[in-house]
């Protein structure tokens, strides 16, 4: 079946160790965002790509930073975690603007 | 800026009852979307709208969108235990790098008790 995976499913960090989590899609869509849940709150958009133009949202942290090597596969990069980084990051993709996002499982992250 | 606002924001029911949520929201968008999340799990599509006046179903659920009064609605047709979750709204955006951008509403926590 076509989806979205993201890996980890959890990860746990040190405060200020780099961590690198990753979504990979196999519905050849052309758009992937990036968004933090906190805990009861909405998701948030931290970026999103359209085919390789980055979109970087006006109040996403410096801290957060992202790849897109090919269609299939994006990375989020949190260079230097603190403890308010510790969320749910979760994957979606859509195949262009105005169609439904696929949401991946999420990756958990906790800071220590 | 794009503001959406759910309510009510926690919805505890009976089963066998029926129920609305709203959502409204504050700029022109004729893309609205719902989303049911299960605790610490993703989100699952559940209805696309897309025009005004589009009404969608699906087992006990029910969505409509008017565009004009911006607001669209989740209508929940006797309850049961299985619905309970967490519903969201989400409004797309047009339009220059905001295109395909979503804003989510708070969301709904729904909780169906016998």
């Known amino acids: 079946d076509a989806m979205v995976i993201q890996n980890p499913r959890y990860q746990v960090t040190q405060f200020g160790k780099p961590v690198t989590l990753s979504c990979s899609q196999t519905l050849n869509h052309n758009v992937m965002y990036w968004y933090q849940q906190k805990s009861s709150q909405a998701p948030k958009l931290l970026f999103h790509y359209y085919d390789k133009d980055f979109n970087n949202e006006a109040d996403t942290p410096d801290n957060f930073q992202s790849r897109r090597p090919n269609t299939s596969f994006c990375f989020l990069d949190i260079r230097s975690p603190g403890l308010g980084d510790a969320a749910m990051y979760l994957c979606?993709?859509?195949?262009?603007?105005?169609?439904?996002?696929?949401f991946g499982p999420g990756t958990r992250l906790l800071v220590l | 800026e794009l503001k959406v606002e759910q309510n009510p924001l926690f919805l505890s029911m009976q089963e066998g009852k029926n129920y609305t949520i709203y959502c409204n929201y504050s700029?022109?968008?004729?893309?609205l979307y719902w989303y049911r999340q299960d605790p610490g799990k993703s989100l699952e599509s559940l209805f696309v709208?897309?025009?005004?006046?589009a009404v969608k179903q699906e087992g006990r659920l029910m969505a409509s969108l008017d565009t004009k009064a911006r607001l669209s609605t989740l209508h929940i047709t006797a309850a049961v235990h299985d619905l309970s979750a967490t519903y969201f709204c989400a409004v797309g955006s047009a339009g220059g790098t905001s295109y395909g951008k979503l804003t989510f509403g708070q969301g709904t926590i729904l909780t169906v008790h016998p």
């Open positions: 700029t022109t968008s004729d893309r």
């Open positions: 979606a993709t859509s195949r262009a603007g105005v169609e439904t996002q696929y």
């Open positions: 709208l897309l025009s005004n006046g």
